[in-house]
């Protein structure tokens, strides 16, 4: 049975898939408030102008945090199933 990417059973696999998932779920939310925190502080800077550079940079570096976020998920999913393929084929192996 092909299990495809996505799906809540993935996660639910076993204690060591339950770890992964939750690991990769503190990654995803602190890129998530760095790059909330990027945006407010850069949008804070931009009442002066003199801070307009640094805004900038804030907000290039805020959208790169964002852009993490989806990489972020693609990686735990690829993770999770080649996790369910090495216990697909220990099952087999065993059965052997």
Known sequence: MKTPLFQHRNRERNADTRR??????????????????????????FFWNSLETPAIWLF????????????IRLAREIQLW?????????ERLKDE
């Open 60 to 71: 290039v570096i805020g959208s790169a945090f964002f852009f993490l976020k989806p990489a």
């Open 82 to 90: 080649r996790m369910g393929r090495l216990d697909r084929l220990a």
């Open 20 to 45: 992964v998932y939750a690991l990769y779920e503190i990654a995803h939310t602190a890129v998530d408030f760095a790059a909330a925190l990027c945006f407010l502080v850069g949008s804070v800077l």
